[in-house]
């Protein structure tokens, strides 16, 4: 197969090693593209985004690194740009003058109205277990309500070429340990999103970040959301969401044999600057 691999974080945000070790690794797994879309900065403090200032740096440095392209390697300067409910993002990294090539959005952020604050949905359990029995009474229902309408607005005022880690709310729902993903309400907010993805024509991300790090034994989304996916013919791409070299097309050959084992005849992949769809 000839993959990209559009989602990585190096140095500039929560990721480790420098944009020449990642291109390094993309040549030895065959890559056709390598996408460099490193977290989007945000006026909120926290671990995992890059700073402001590094902004200039980052677009600096990719320029310079685009030029090590070759005929069997794309490269391409990305971000990860996040969506925060009441925040314009956009506005605060001054968007429109950024030499972006693509960039891929996501959610990870839900406003708790009793602590008057932003959390994470992604952290650690113990931050995840604040966020539903503190920052929202102990009502996970509204937890992932609140993250799936953040997950639609984002479709919609955003329109990015793909959408993240779409069910990332489950991270840390292990064994429904939180709220039970076969539940109807679940399930709806999962289909009201998933119709607005079709309506947009938003390329849904495979992403096996949470497999390679260790958080997750599947990959986001979940099986249930691929198989819609196939039924609602919404076409998907896959992201290793690497936070190291090494990790670039992680279990991408296995991955793709499932998802062809559940229906998908089509994988998009980034070439040549455009969103193309091949045969699996």
Known sequence: MNYSDMHTHGCYSDGR?????????????GLVSIGFSDHSPVPLSNEWSMEKESLGRYF???TG????????????????????????????????????????????YVYSDILG??????????????????????NAKAVYKSYYNNVRDMISSYIPAVAAHIDLVTKNNKSGLFFDENNKEYLDEVEETLDLIKLFGTIIEINTGGMSRGYMKRP?????ILKKCVEKKIPVTLNSDSHSPENLAYEFNIITEHIKSIGFEELIIYKRGNWTPIRL
């Open 220 to 224: 986001y989304p979940s099986e249930y």
């Open 60 to 62: 600096e440095e990719l």
């Open 117 to 138: 604050k932003y959390l994470e949905v992604d952290g650690s359990y113990e931050d995840f277990k604040f966020l539903v029995e503190v920052g929202f009474n102990g």
């Open 65 to 108: 690194i685009k030029k090590q392209a070759t005929e069997t390697l794309n490269i391409y300067a990305g971000l990860e740009l996040d969506y925060i409910p009441g925040i314009d993002v956009k506005e605060y990294i001054r968007f429109k003058e950024l030499p972006l090539d693509y960039f891929i959005g996501s959610v990870h």
């Open 17 to 29: 090693g420098c944009f020449s070790d990642f291109i390094i690794s993309a040549e030895k797994k």
